[in-house]
């Protein structure tokens, strides 16, 4: 597609119950990101996969959040036990693979899921 | 101490002013500066991106960095109504937390 695709838009659950958020990137990006941005703050870095594999997992707050990208397209953010804190937008991301570790990593985003627990 | 840091505080000036946004950074590895745009209920969006020190301009967008200080700065020239948003500063992975602008015609 023309740009990032993340479904649903909008997901309401209540506390303890399992979510899955999709993410359908720009065809032809190999690198996907996923965020989380609360009210007020800027995106909170998650996951970032390069290909199939997970090349930066180190923003994922605790065991309950797992990310996978089976076939290098598609991505799944799946989060167990929801609590209340996990209320957030969740954004995902790719791009063409960065030339360095501190290279350019030029996103584009989509528009977001935005997760409410209660 | 956050990678990126943004006074998150917002800001509203009368059309057609300076605005001027400032981010400062923590690792002296980071050589690309981005800043995003952010509308309401929207992702953000790529403004424009630098490399290394100095300055890059595009229309009535200037972005600068000085490594030196670890500090970059985006400046918007005759602000207009559609350039109310929140901004966001970035660099590798990290963000920082934002400015909301209201450009106030």
């Known amino acids: 597609g023309a740009g990032v695709s993340q479904t649903p838009s909008n997901k309401v659950t209540e506390k303890g119950k399992y979510v899955e958020l999709r993410c359908d990137p720009i065809s032809g990006h190999t690198a996907l990101y996923w965020y989380r941005q609360s009210l007020g703050q800027g995106p909170e870095f998650l996951i970032y996969f390069q290909g199939t594999g997970a090349a930066d997992d180190s923003g994922l707050p605790n065991d309950r959040f797992f990310a996978v990208r089976p076939e290098g397209s598609v991505s799944t953010l799946k989060i167990q036990r929801t609590e209340r804190g996990d209320s957030a937008v969740y954004l995902c991301?790719?791009?063409?693979?960065?030339?360095?570790?501190?290279?350019?990593?030029?996103?584009?985003f989509g528009a977001g899921s935005r997760l409410t627990v209660l | 101490q956050k990678e990126v840091e943004q006074d998150p505080g917002p800001l509203s000036v009368p059309e057609g002013a300076i605005v001027s946004l400032n981010c400062t950074y923590s690792?002296?590895?980071?050589?690309?500066f981005m800043w995003y745009r952010q509308y309401s209920r929207k992702g953000p969006e790529l403004l424009m991106y630098t490399y290394s020190s100095g300055n890059k301009e595009d229309g009535r967008f200037t972005a600068q960095v000085d490594k030196s200080s670890k500090y970059i700065s985006l400046f918007i020239r005759d602000s207009q109504p559609s350039d109310s948003a929140t901004y966001l500063c970035a660099a590798r992975l990290a963000f920082g937390k934002g400015n909301q602008v209201v450009v106030i015609p």
């Open positions: 991301a790719s791009s063409l693979p960065s030339s360095s570790s501190s290279g350019a990593n030029v996103l584009t």
């Open positions: 690792n002296s590895a980071f050589q690309y």
